[in-house]
């Protein structure tokens, strides 16, 4: 009986406890908010927010969208004088050559995309030398100083449009593997991985084995797979598209349940704009690392001290200019 009382005392101590550091961390959290909201008043500052930012960084955004939604969202930005892009660098670099005359600014300089550090300069003039003539297209996640040596760039919502808007049946595409596969696959053209094996350490966690865990627990989801997943996640998809094209798929599917095979960030728009449906990640661990850098602390600093300025070189900015001109031409 005393040992159970003890126990009991103790679980109770603990829920206070567990209750406590909750209510401290949402009336911090709020605090936070407040403070960036007269900021970004007073700086003139528009906050924009990739689908994979945490819950409470998207929530805070002006505007939530995919890599080629935001970038739109930069170059037509007028009035704001700060944008700070809460994502990772090089779609910070995007909105940075796109509106050269604002102040761009990225919360955590750490927040690099490993798949953009695949593609080398030196790679791609390889593989020009080795296939001349054929166009280069790169994944918009690539450094300013590779997108100024490709023909044109795309995101994974417009890869199909962009490889077929080509005059070549052979096209050479870089960084992402699965992405260049499932171009191949959509448009029948022979696309030509630069680097061989380029890929997003976080996509590639998805396996077909957790769906078929995730299928036996939620019979009826769809599953919706994004084309940075392998073949065989692709295989067994239902949907195949960018963040942008299974937010839009979602709310317009009969289905109420989906497992989803992209970053967990996304589960928290899909909810937010499907209350009714359900969501599962495919794979639990899901979690990109570089996007989840960016945390409201430092979302405040950065406004505050107007850190980290993104700076592209004037060079390389002209020419990954004109690659993602030609990529909005196409769609
Ligand atoms: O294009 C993007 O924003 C990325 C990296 C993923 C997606 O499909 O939205
Ligand atoms: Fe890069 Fe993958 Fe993270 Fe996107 S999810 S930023 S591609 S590592």
Redesign the pocket.
């Given at each position: 009986m005393f040992i159970l009382s003890c126990f009991r005392v103790k679980a109770y101590i603990l829920t206070c406890s567990l209750v406590f550091l909750q209510t401290y961390r949402r009336n911090t959290m709020s605090d936070l908010t407040a403070k960036i909201q007269k900021l970004k008043k007073e700086k003139n500052a528009i906050i924009l927010a990739?689908?994979y930012q945490r819950a409470e960084i998207q929530d805070i955004a002006d505007y939530v969208g995919?890599?080629?939604e935001l970038s739109r969202k930069a170059m037509h930005e007028e009035d704001a004088k700060i944008i700070v892009f809460c994502a990772v660098d090089f779609m910070a670099q995007s909105a940075a050559i796109l509106n050269p005359t604002k102040k761009v600014l990225l919360p955590t300089l750490g927040a690099r995309c490993p798949m953009a550090q695949m593609l080398t300069t030196d790679e791609i003039k390889r593989a020009k030398k080795k296939y001349p003539g054929a166009p280069v297209v790169l994944y918009?996640?690539t450094l300013a100083e590779a997108k100024a040596e490709c023909d044109v760039c795309c995101?994974?919502?417009n890869v199909v449009e962009v490889v077929n808007s080509l005059n070549s049946e052979t096209v050479l595409f870089g960084p992402d593997r699965n992405l260049a596969k499932y171009a191949a696959h959509k448009t029948g053209k022979k696309v030509i991985s630069i680097p061989e094996h380029g890929f997003c350490p976080t996509h590639l966690l998805f396996q077909p084995e957790d769906v078929t865990v995730q299928k036996q627990q939620h019979p009826k989801a769809e599953v919706m797979a994004?084309p940075e997943c392998s073949m065989e996640m692709q295989k067994i998809a239902d949907f195949i598209g960018?963040?942008?094209k299974m937010c839009r798929y979602a709310k317009e599917a009969d289905a109420t349940e989906f497992i989803v095979g992209t970053e967990d960030g996304i589960l928290h728009r899909l909810r937010k704009e499907n209350p009714t449906k359900r969501f599962y990640l495919a794979y639990e661990g899901a979690v990109c690392p570089n996007m989840k850098l960016t945390t409201l602390d430092r979302l405040y600093a950065s406004l505050k001290e107007e850190k980290h300025i993104v700076k592209v070189p004037k060079n390389a900015s002209a020419k990954a200019r004109r690659s993602l001109e030609r990529m909005f031409l196409v769609n």
């Open positions: 990739h689908n995919d890599s080629i918009v996640n995101t994974s919502a994004h960018s963040t942008s």
